[in-house]
C-alpha cells in the first residue's frame, strides 16, 4: 500500500522532509554526530567529498575516506531528533520512492549507523578523556510510549529496577545493542550502560536557579544495581540520544552503536579540559575502525 502524502513527505526536489537528503546520496555506513560544527570535523579527514547538504540542524557530508563511501550527519541534541532521523534514513534505503511503498523484507538493506557524541561519566572509575562504547542503553526519555519495542527479560528487568529506584510514574525502556558493532568499533573503550535523559540539566541532576523534584538523583543513577546470570549491571555514563538510536535500530533493522566521548564527571564534579582533543581522537578512532 502506497503510504499517503502527508507520513511520507518529499521536498520539491524528491528529497525527505527533514534532511533533505534522495537515496543516492546515502552510504551504507553513516557516522552521527550531535553537534552540526562536528560534521567538517569528520569530513576533512575524507579523501573527497562528493555531496553537502543541510537543513535544520541536519547537516550531512558524503565521501570518500581510504576508498570507502561514508557519510556523516548531525543530529542536534534529543531522541525526538533521533526519531526523524532513523525513520527518514531507513526510508531512504527501504522504501521505494516511486511507488511509496516500503521494499518486501527479502530486499531489507541494514545500515551500519555509528553514534560519535559526547557525554557525561557517572562513575569516579571513568575518567574524563576517556572513551565508552554503550552496551545497554536505558532511554528516560517519553519516545518508546509510541513504538511496540520489544524487549528481552533482562532489558524489562533492568528498566523496571530503574523505574522503581528513581519512583519513576513510567517505565523506562533498556535496549542493548549490536554486539558485532560494538566489539568492532569500541574495541578498548571502556563498555558501559548509558542513560539517555530527556534534558541536559533537571533530567541530569544539574542545579542552576531551579530546584529539582529528586535532589539526590545523581545518587540514585550511581547506586543503580541490577544482579542477573550476567553479572552486576550499573549505569556508567548519560547523554541524550543513545536509548533512541538502540531502539528504533533494533526496531528498523539496522546495526547502531553508540560511542561516547567522556567529557565531564559527575562523582568527580571534573570537566575535562581537552574535550575538544578528546572528541578529535575518538573521531581518528572510528574513521580508522569504520
Ligand atoms: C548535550 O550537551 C549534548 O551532548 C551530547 C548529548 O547527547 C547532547 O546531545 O551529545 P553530542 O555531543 O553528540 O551532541
Ligand atoms: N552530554 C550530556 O548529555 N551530558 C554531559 O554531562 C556531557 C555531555
Known amino acids: 500500500m502506497a503510504i499517503p502524502d502527508s507520513e511520507l513527505i518529499f521536498n520539491k526536489d524528491g528529497s525527505i522532509y527533514h534532511l533533505n537528503l534522495q537515496p543516492d546520496h546515502i552510504s551504507d555506513t553513516i557516522i552521527t554526530v550531535g553537534d552540526p560544527e562536528r560534521v567538517p570535523l569528520v569530513s576533512q579527514h575524507f579523501d573527497s567529498i562528493e555531496t553537502r547538504i543541510h537543513k535544520r540542524e541536519f547537516v550531512t557530508h558524503v565521501g570518500y575516506y581510504k576508498g570507502k563511501r561514508l557519510t556523516v550527519i548531525s543530529t542536534g541534541m534529543g531522541t525526538d531528533n533521533i526519531d526523524i532521523l532513523l525513520n527518514e534514513l531507513d526510508a531512504l534505503v527501504n522504501i521505494d520512492f516511486v511507488t511509496r511503498e516500503a521494499r518486501p523484507q527479502e530486499e531489507h538493506i541494514a545500515l551500519r549507523i555509528v553514534r560519535v557524541g559526547t557525554s ?121 540520544e543513545t536509548a533512541g538510536y538502540y531502539a528504533l535500530g533494533r526496531m528498523l533493522g539496522h546495526e547502531v552503536v553508540s560511542l561516547n566521548a567522556i567529557v565531564a564527571n559527575r562523582a568527580t564534579g571534573e570537566f575535562a579540559t581537552n574535550s575538544d582533543a578528546v572528541m578529535h581522537d575518538l573521531i581518528a578512532k572510528t574513521l580508522d575502525r569504520v
Open 120 to 240: 557525561g561519566a557517572l562513575q569516579a572509575d571513568i575518567p574524563v578523556g576517556s572513551h565508552l562504547v554503550t552496551e545497554h542503553a536505558v532511554g528516560l526519555d517519553s519516545l518508546m510510549q509510541f513504538y511496540p519495542l520489544v524487549e528481552t527479560g533482562l532489558e524489562i528487568e533492568v528498566a523496571t529496577g530503574v523505574q522503581q529506584a528513581l519512583a519513576l510514574d513510567y517505565r523506562p525502556y533498556c535496549v542493548r545493542g549490536t554486539d558485532l558493532l560494538r566489539e568492532q568499533l569500541g574495541a578498548g573503550m571502556v563498555v558501559g550502560n548509558t542513560l539517555t535523559c530527556p534534558g541536559f540539566y533537571g533530567p541530569q541532576g544539574r542545579v542552576l536557579r531551579l530546584d529539582l523534584r529528586r535532589p539526590d538523583l545523581i545518587e540514585q543513577f550511581q547506586n543503580f544495581r541490577h544482579e542477573s546470570a550476567e553479572g552486576e549491571f550499573r549505569l556508567t555514563n548519560f547523554e541524550m
